[in-house]
């Protein structure tokens, strides 16, 4: 059973470029949420994913965007980048529920794209 | 919107003894609290969930409390081997139930 794939693991972009990073959730798993962790800090919540909808987002500007495809794979997409924008971007796939909380609990996390801005 | 503090100074303990991590948030308690391990270089992984009417939670050498009137999470890792060293993080479920807010991690060193 393959669990939460991401692409690509490194990759080297300078300021004001545009970058796309992708994520296959773990299989039986409809909902894709987006995580951006600098250096020595937590994960922060970028947005979630499901049904194709951005259900929630964070703290983040516009130059942050995403979809999620009828096979629930989604994209993250950050335009003009900034050398603040370097950093391990996860992806964490959950499963959902018709009650609360709405997500089941655990997130499955990929190993992450690591986003050097130059 | 949750502010969450873990233990701001690295951890290290000798091999065999008990590690204690902290987790204190501000304000609503939620749902429910995670922990998960982090690797250098590698994305976390789950350890434990513990609901919000449960006082403590154990699997194998972990235990998980859960205070909500001190707003307060304690993990501990029993009988502690060099390989639980790693970065622990404990995440909150925020009251809209779509995203978790996680703290900076606390930083484990087990000293053979």
């Known amino acids: 059973d393959a669990g939460v794939t991401q692409s690509p693991t490194h990759l080297i972009k300078t300021r004001g470029q545009q970058v796309t990073l992708r994520c296959s959730p773990k299989?039986?798993?409809?909902?894709v949420s987006w995580y951006q962790q600098a250096l020595g800090q937590g994960p922060q919540f970028i947005f979630q994913?499901?049904?194709?909808?951005?259900?929630q987002r964070g703290n983040f500007p516009d130059r942050f965007s995403g979809h999620q495809f009828p096979n629930y794979s989604s994209e993250l997409n950050v335009n003009a980048l900034l050398l603040g924008d370097s950093a391990l971007y996860l992806c964490?796939?959950?499963?959902?529920?018709?009650?609360?909380?709405?997500?089941?609990?655990?997130?499955?996390f990929g190993e992450g794209s690591r986003l050097t801005v130059l | 919107s949750q502010k969450i503090e873990q233990n701001s100074e690295a951890l290290n303990i000798q091999e065999g003894k008990t590690a204690t991590l902290t987790c204190n948030y501000t304000n609503y308690s939620p749902a429910y609290l995670q922990w998960y391990r982090q690797d250098p270089g590698r994305g976390p992984v789950f350890l434990l969930l513990i609901r919000e009417n449960e006082k403590e939670k154990r699997k194998e050498r972990l235990k998980v409390t859960f205070d909500t009137t001190l707003k307060q999470s304690l993990f501990h890792i029993t009988a502690s081997q060099p390989a639980d060293s790693a970065t622990y993080l404990c995440a909150l479920l925020s009251n809209t139930g779509n995203q978790f807010y996680f703290g900076t991690g606390t930083s484990l060193t087990v000293i053979p």
């Open positions: 964490a796939s959950s499963g959902r529920t018709s009650g609360w909380p709405p997500n089941t609990g655990e997130l499955f």
């Open positions: 299989s039986g798993h409809d909902t």
């Open positions: 994913y499901y049904e194709e909808e951005e259900r």
